[in-house]
């Protein structure tokens, strides 16, 4: 792949997600459906939260624990705007949205339609977009230490047992025929460790102290891993995810030649 060409992962990745491709459909009743009927269905398929519809739209919601006896339209919330995603919407925007409230309503084709919640974060598209932010950080490392250190200057600031394993890795994708250069051959944590170390490199990803870069730094290393092995992300990394969401222009902003 060449140095530049993850740039484009902007318009072809980063940003071609949107709510619509996580969110959930909406089940929902007409108004004067039994709210009994309508608490068995939402048990039967273990959901919390359902349409109410008038005349064949979606007005309001109602919620399981809120049902009593009657019909279903006495337990109508009305949806405001507040509380309505555009299904056009960025995964950024969504991520920032749940962190304030657990979901939202999401309005496709000028009508709401469906609902996304935390827990749709989990699904298999937003883990590779997230996947791929990390993927775009460790390429702009790469990046930034090979304009910063155009011989392997870069190397004070790594241990002997760090290097030895690069090479190791060097060696053996040699023998497969590949031409691969020292740096190329580093994991994330070696690339994220030089450019935190440097001063230089750590002010230019935007981070005044050591500390707080190494604890960030920390944070994405643990999101990968878990990203990697499958695990709850949402409970396990929320945080971390909200704060790519807050940053993504940064992430994504493009080092130009100087």
Known sequence: MKRNSYYDIDKTFLRSLTVRDIAEPLPSFDAQTDAEIVRSVLEQHRLQIAGVRERGFVVGYLTIDELGDGPCGKFCHPISEAKILSGNAHLSELVLALDQVPYFFVNFLGEVSGIVTRDDL?????????FGLITLIEMRFLTLIERRFPGEGWQQYLSDKRLEKAAALQRERRRRKQDPSLLDCLQFSDKAQIVIRD???????GFQSRRQAEQAIKNLEKL????????????????????????????????TDE
């Not at 891993?225 to 493009?254: G, K, M, R, Y």
């Open 224 to 255: 990968r891993n878990n990203l990697a092995h499958a695990q709850d992300i949402v409970s396990l990394d929320w945080q971390t995810i909200v704060n790519l969401s807050e940053n993504l222009e940064a992430v994504i902003e493009i080092v």
């Open 122 to 130: 989990d699904d298999p598209p937003v883990r590779m977009w997230l």
């Open 199 to 205: 001063e230089q490199l750590r002010i230019q990803i």
